[in-house]
């Protein structure tokens, strides 16, 4: 079946510095997609979400981009603190039935 | 506001029993939907529900799962006979609206541990 996968499972990344976390999704007919942050013992967490006809989107610290020729998604993170240590899940959908990647732990180094 | 609840957080069951989790949604939310996490992996789809009505089960497992959003109280998956393999975060998530334009995905609960021994 489709399914959405992460290039990368595990992240460090320097307190202060940007982190970027990939995604690769395979089901052309998607066309919402949405960034979650799960932190130990919690629930998913909505970051941002985009949908097919945009190609980069922005919020408060963190930017989606979404190359759809590629079926690539990246979530940026700007100057990144502590409190952003979690693992970090894409998803996409053409329904209410969201489909997951595995997941990238990002760490961050003090 | 409190969002989504479900309970207990943590449930304890030995192999042979069943076990029940509950799910209410956010005030206003008429759309529920279940997913089950294994360790250090993503979320699964289970079902959609709205109330009294199951409109995506295409997630469950055949035998011994059922989920249920009655007209009154939160949905409920039941997982009868649990085995090890069963064992896993589950988690319950909640929508204003159907899918289209301006749906802006779920608000998640916190999930439900379930340890089977």
């Known amino acids: 079946g489709e399914s959405v996968g992460l290039h990368l499972p595990t992240l460090s990344v320097q307190e202060g510095d940007n982190s970027i976390i990939n995604c690769a999704y395979s089901?052309?007919?998607?066309?919402?997609f949405i960034w979650y942050k799960q932190e130990s013992g919690k629930g998913p967490q909505f970051i941002i979400d985009?949908?097919?006809?945009?190609d980069k989107r922005q919020g408060q610290r963190v930017t989606v981009l979404l190359n759809k020729t590629v079926k690539h998604l990246s979530l940026q993170i700007a100057a990144t603190q502590p409190g952003d240590s979690a693992v970090y899940f894409c998803?996409?959908?053409?329904?209410?039935?969201?489909?997951f990647g595995t997941g990238t732990r990002l760490t961050i180094i003090p | 506001n409190a969002g989504v609840m479900q309970n207990p957080r943590h449930l304890v069951r030995r192999r042979g029993q069943e076990a029940r989790l509950r799910c209410s949604p956010m005030?206003?939310?008429?759309?529920v939907y279940w997913y089950r996490q294994l360790p250090e992996e993503g979320l699964k789809f289970m079902v959609y529900?709205?109330?009294?009505?199951?409109?995506?089960e295409s997630g469950m497992p055949k035998e011994r799962f059922s989920a249920e959003f009655p007209k009154e109280g939160p949905s409920i998956l039941r997982i009868q006979q649990v085995v090890r393999g069963d064992s896993a975060a589950y988690f319950c998530?909640?929508?204003?609206?159907?899918f289209g334009q301006g749906w802006n995905g779920y608000t998640f609960g916190s999930g439900t541990r379930l340890t089977v021994v």
């Open positions: 985009i949908r097919s006809n945009m």
């Open positions: 005030k206003g939310h008429s759309h």
């Open positions: 998803a996409e959908t053409a329904s209410e039935k969201l489909t």
């Open positions: 998530a909640s929508s204003p609206s159907v």
């Open positions: 529900l709205q109330k009294e009505n199951i409109i995506d």
């Open positions: 089901n052309s007919a998607s066309d919402y």
